[in-house]
Every structure is written in structure tokens, then in C-alpha cells.
């Protein structure tokens, strides 16, 4: 099973600032399979990036995503108050799918 | 718009069983894997496995095997999970989630159900 390991697991920033959200893997993975997600409060999860580094329908071009191997590293240029929330990162390349612990983006 | 609609929240007893259904807004139904996702309190996300609703294929995380069945009804474009023996580590939110193809991204919800296990 590949291990998916988030930090920080809270990052406090003020609107305006950039956000640097990581996910490292037990091993190797296939960045066509890392996907992201934004979870809200009371919310189902909503997907924000797939394939690593492709934006999903609705998300603002501040949200960009990267990496490779088992690195991977979703990036938010100017937070916005409606972005404050926890992300996940997820591998799909093997079974079990795996989800990182996440990681809380809260307010400053 | 697709959508996926889950059943309503549930109270159960250790040792009990439970089944939700996860019922999708379109018709070509068949077409995609549906898969369960389970949320204890506070906590993160955990696959427990997925069904392809177009021949009843089914996989369960190894976690999950034995306890889980995942079933459908394509008449009413409908897919459920029963799991069985429940303890209060199973009190949580399951959601269903929608992807293409085996190893595609969830990139449907259901709003989730919410499950608690009390004596």
C-alpha cells in the first residue's frame, strides 16, 4: 500500500498569501494518478486536480499543482477567503487508492 | 448535471449491519465505477472499494474485505453497500464517488451519509 504523507498538517496564512501544500509517497507513483482535493466544512470533497498538475471544472488558474515521482505539490498563489479549507492528496495509479491525511489551510 | 443522492442518515448497534444507496441523477448510469469513501469524525478520507455498475464487477480494499458487499439495481440506476459487524470505529460519513475508469480521479460526489454506531 503507498503511503501518502501531507505537510504541513495546518498551515495558517492571511488572505493574499501564497500556499505551498505538500505530498510525499512511500513510493514511486505515476503523476497521471495524484489527484487533489478541497474538503469544506460539512461538504463532500470536490476535485481540484487530477493528473498532477490539470485543473478541475470551476477552480481559478491560482490553484496549480505539481510534481512527480513522490513529490507532489499543490500551490495557491493569492489565498482567497473562500480557499480556506482541507486538501488531500490522493494516488489512483495502484490498489489500494490512497488518500493523504490532509492538510488544514486556515485562516491567519 | 450528474449527480449522486445517497440514502439518509442511520443509527445503528454493534454488530448490526448497515446498507446505503447511492442513486445517480442520469441515465447512462452503467458507464461508471461507483466507489465508497468512508469518513470517521475529524479524521481523513479512507477507499473502501468500488463497483462497475456495467457487468457487477466489485473491489474491496483488503481492510474492508469480507464485511463489505457492494451491490446495484441498473433499473434504478442505483448502487448500495452493506456492511456488516459494525463497531463504533464504523461511525462516519460514507460518500460514494463517481470516476471513468478504474483508476480515474472521484470527480462526483455524493453528499454522504452519515452512519452512527451507539449502544
Known amino acids: 500500500e503507498i503511503v501518502l504523507t501531507q505537510s504541513p498538517g495546518t498551515l495558517s496564512l492571511s488572505p493574499g498569501e501564497r500556499a505551498t501544500l505538500s505530498c510525499r509517497a512511500s513510493?514511486?507513483?505515476?503523476?497521471?494518478?495524484v489527484a487533489w482535493y478541497q474538503q469544506k466544512p460539512g461538504q463532500a470533497p470536490r476535485l481540484l486536480m487530477y493528473?498532477?498538475?490539470t485543473r478541475a471544472t470551476g477552480f481559478p488558474d491560482r490553484f496549480s499543482g505539481s510534481g512527480s515521482g513522490t513529490d507532489f505539490t499543490l500551490t495557491i498563489s493569492r489565498v482567497e477567503p473562500e480557499d480556506f479549507a482541507v486538501y488531500y492528496c490522493?494516488?489512483?495509479?495502484?490498489?489500494?487508492?490512497?488518500f493523504g491525511q490532509g492538510t488544514k489551510l486556515e485562516i491567519k | 448535471q450528474v449527480r449522486l443522492v445517497q440514502s439518509g442518515p442511520e443509527v445503528k448497534k454493534p454488530g448490526d449491519s448497515m446498507k446505503v444507496s447511492c442513486k445517480s441523477s442520469?441515465?447512462?448510469?452503467?458507464?461508471?465505477?461507483i466507489h465508497w469513501v468512508r469518513q470517521a469524525p475529524g479524521r481523513g478520507l479512507e477507499w473502501m472499494g468500488w463497483?462497475?455498475?456495467?457487468?457487477?464487477?466489485?473491489r474491496y480494499a483488503q481492510k474492508f474485505q469480507g464485511r463489505v458487499t457492494m451491490t446495484m439495481d441498473t433499473s434504478i440506476s442505483t448502487v448500495y453497500m452493506q456492511v456488516s459487524s459494525l463497531s463504533s470505529d464504523d461511525t462516519a460519513v460514507f460518500y460514494c464517488?463517481?470516476?471513468?475508469?478504474?483508476?480515474?480521479?472521484?470527480?462526483?460526489w455524493g453528499q454522504g451519509t452519515v452512519v452512527t454506531v451507539s449502544s
Open positions: 464517488a463517481r470516476t471513468d475508469d478504474d483508476l480515474d480521479p472521484f470527480d462526483v
Open positions: 463497483i462497475n455498475p456495467h457487468n457487477g464487477a466489485t
Open positions: 490522493q494516488h489512483s495509479g495502484s490498489s489500494p487508492r490512497t
Open positions: 513510493q514511486s507513483v505515476s503523476d497521471s494518478y
Open positions: 493528473a498532477s498538475a
Open positions: 442520469v441515465y447512462t448510469f452503467d458507464v461508471y465505477y
